[in-house]
């Protein structure tokens, strides 16, 4: 039978660690399900303290005494620690998280329900209603900066930074130039997406069609056309939707959202996607089997995006990217781990998108 799993609004969490129930009480890691649930742990390694605050609320739990606080007043029983990590009783987290914990006796699978409102919209919805206002809008613009690091045992790490700006058109027209720096050179690379046909142009050599099978292009229409579809599609790639504590950018309050995405299920989905991108002819086979052969080595360890909307016009304003993975390849398996600051500006204003020749 399989371990008992921790299913947070139908979407299952995968953590080291299974719940532990014992007589009456079921314990859940602390960590897993307060990230996932839109908030962070924070440890203190002098007083070996682990503190988590949501919506004003602060829990922290002792880990040499086991004790646990909630707002500062001292509560009964107390925490685990299994495999280096504190679990706490559910009914705990329930009132530090404003979440309802249920156990089926049967499976042993704990629920979490955490249906929580942003101005009176569920967080699926608010993605939904910014993904409406962007289209709406007809048009804007979009500037990134990527840090991709890697290191592996006994090598110094190295920084790979990205520059990213580009522009989206409704329906089905998106630029992209991406300008990354490795070895002292600058490699550039445009891409552009015309009605699900794809270009590339690469350190100016001209623009070449990218061959896209047609499940893939008919997806992307799909989701390009469907907020609604997108919002589905984060549930499919074992993406947990939360909302956070409003923070204020660039001077103005924003509804922040949170994806903290399930890596096993992100596995599957992605395998299911690269599949969708291969496409037909003599060389499928082997396409498909490197692409299995890469999927083999990977090892996502936190994968989750931070999304803030502002709450007037449901417009995206910015968006952050935490990735953190390893690669089991000889002679030394690699550590890689990504950080990125996305900014959306320009909404409905005119962007002019490059020429490509026909048939190019």
Known sequence: MAAPAIVIDGCQLTSDLAPVV??????????????????TVAWDPATQTATVSKNGTVLTVDRPDLSMQLDGQALPGSALVTGGQILVPAQ????????????DSVSGNVYIDYQETV????????????????KTSGTYKFTARLDVSTSAQGQPAVTLPMQIQGQVQEPGLAYTLSTMSMGGKEIKSESYVDDGKMYM??????WKEVPVSSSLSNMQQEFGNDP??????IGAM???????????????????????????????WLTKMMGAVTSSGDNQAQVQKLLQDMLGVMRIKNL???IFIDPQTYLLRQEYLTMEMSVDMPPAPMTLTEHGAFRMYGFGQPVQMPQVPAGQ
């Open 238 to 268: 074992g993406g947990i939707i939360s909302a956070m504590t409003p923070q204020t950018v660039d001077g103005a309050t924003c509804d922040v959202v949170r994806v903290t995405v399930d890596p096993v299920r992100f596995k599957t």
């Open 304 to 306: 989750a995006f931070e």
């Open 119 to 134: 101005d009176g919209l569920t967080p699926e919805q608010l993605l939904v209603k910014s993904g409406e206002a962007a």
């Open 201 to 206: 142009n690469v350190n100016g050599a001209g």
């Open 228 to 233: 609604a579809a997108n919002v589905d599609m």
């Open 92 to 103: 705990v987290l329930e009132k530090a998280l404003g979440a309802r914990v249920t156990l």
């Open 22 to 39: 014992q007589g009456d009480q079921v314990y859940l890691p602390l960590r897993s399900v307060a990230t996932a649930l839109g908030t």
